[in-house]
């Protein structure tokens, strides 16, 4: 499902990216294969660093269709950005993605909360942030961040996943499953 950043992707992901359902609220934009390609150096760069993590998405197939990054990283916070393919949108790769990266940043990286901005235009990603139970909306728990990101203007709305919510939700989800299955057994 993730996989670490490899230019081998770049390509098939810079097509994907350039999609003008896409391409606005892609964070990194590149306006050229070669751009991308320089980019992407620099993405892997700047996680060697420590400065960011970023994972390529795949499908059940294992071809790349998109990106999921966590940005900014301070104090063992940083700011979740998500892009999947024209092609993908609604086929429910995006759950299981977060999933697979919330895992590891939270239970490999030691990072303790996420951040989401979204633009307060970006209905899609609004809606698809609101689904999971573990995101609370953050504009007034979280007002000098929310603040300054809005420093010129409302255009966005802040998220919020801490690692406890996120460890509450698995673990109720685990209770749940195992009630089921011994419900089933019996």
Known sequence: MLKKRDLQDSHVLFELMSH?????????????????????????????????ISRTILDD?????????????????????????KPYHGKGYNGPAKDAFFQELFYEKEIETIFMRIRKANLRSI?????????????????????E????????D????SKDQYTLYLRRNVSQQEEETRLMEA
């Open 61 to 85: 197939w294992g071809a790349p269709i998109g990106t999921i990054n966590l940005y900014d990283i301070q104090n063992g916070a940083g700011f979740l950005g998500t892009w999947i393919g």
């Open 149 to 156: 990101l809005n420093a010129g203007g409302e255009v966005y």
């Open 158 to 161: 802040l998220y919020e996943i």
């Open 20 to 52: 003008p359902d896409v391409f606005p609220f892609v964070r990194q934009k590149a306006y050229s294969y070669d751009e991308f390609v320089f980019v992407t150096k620099q993405t892997i760069e700047a996680e060697d660093r420590g400065e960011l």
């Open 127 to 147: 809606k698809a942030a609101e689904k999971l139970p573990y995101t609370v909306k953050a504009n007034e728990t979280r007002s000098s961040i929310y603040q």
